[in-house]
């Protein structure tokens, strides 16, 4: 198996764009989670799925987050409009069996909102 | 929600050296997962721990999941250069504390 494929892997964009994040979980895994890490807040939980279904999205930052999972190989993360405060990097995960076992990270998709 | 905290937030060590570095909970936990993070890449699992008092090793890593089931603990003896990295603890959720930060000095 490829492993997690985050795309794109570095995405620059001016403030208010709508930037759209993507993620292909290991198949056969029923656990998507999607994190965002900063040097200042450290690797953040945003949201999970399981079975596709929105499960936690208490780590959504605002409004101005979205996320899907439309099937069992793909999700999305949208940020509309973006800000600069954004600029981090976003890790989608995915996992089998339960929430709490191992997750299998993506390498990352580096935002910078300018 | 989950809080976690983890001590050191970073540390500077020589080649050679044993490193230890814990984790704790404001709430109990079943599960205790120890993942390492190179730079450029996403946390890769090291030591996962599903029962109190379970002392699991791998390698030279060794995690312990502790009594109280609100802390843990990560031992890496004779550090090697490779060793550098954000190493963080998790609770159930894959919910990440904020990281030791460890330097292995030549």
């Known amino acids: 198996d490829a492993g997690v494929i985050q795309s794109p892997r570095h995405e620059v964009t001016e403030m208010g764009q709508e930037v759209t994040l993507r993620c292909k979980p290991i198949?056969?895994?029923?656990?998507l989670f999607w994190y965002r890490q900063t040097m200042m807040r450290g690797l953040e939980l945003l949201i999970y799925?399981?079975?596709?279904?929105?499960?936690?999205d208490s780590g959504m930052p605002e409004d101005r987050f979205s996320a899907k999972m439309p099937n069992a190989s793909f999700s999305t993360l949208k940020i509309q409009p973006s800000e600069p405060r954004d600029s981090a990097v976003y890790f989608c995960?995915?996992?089998?069996?339960?929430?709490?076992?191992?997750?299998?990270f993506g390498q990352g998709t580096r935002l910078t909102v300018v | 929600g989950q809080q976690l905290n983890q001590s050191p937030q970073s540390m500077f060590i020589q080649e050679g050296e044993d490193v230890s570095m814990n984790c704790t909970s404001s709430?109990?936990?079943?599960?205790w997962l120890w993942y390492k993070q190179d730079p450029g890449e996403g946390p890769v699992l090291l030591i996962a721990?599903?029962?109190?008092?379970e002392l699991t090793s791998n390698g030279r890593l060794t995690a312990q999941f502790g009594i109280t089931r609100k802390d843990s603990f990560l031992n890496i003896s004779a550090s090697i250069p490779s060793d550098v990295g954000i190493y963080f603890c998790?609770?159930?959720?894959?919910?990440f504390g904020p990281g030791t930060r460890l330097s292995v000095l030549p």
């Open positions: 998790a609770g159930p959720v894959n919910v």
């Open positions: 995960a995915s996992s089998s069996t339960g929430p709490a076992t191992e997750a299998f």
């Open positions: 721990l599903y029962k109190a008092g």
């Open positions: 709430s109990i936990f079943n599960t």
């Open positions: 799925f399981n079975n596709n279904v929105p499960i936690d």
């Open positions: 198949s056969g895994h029923d656990y």
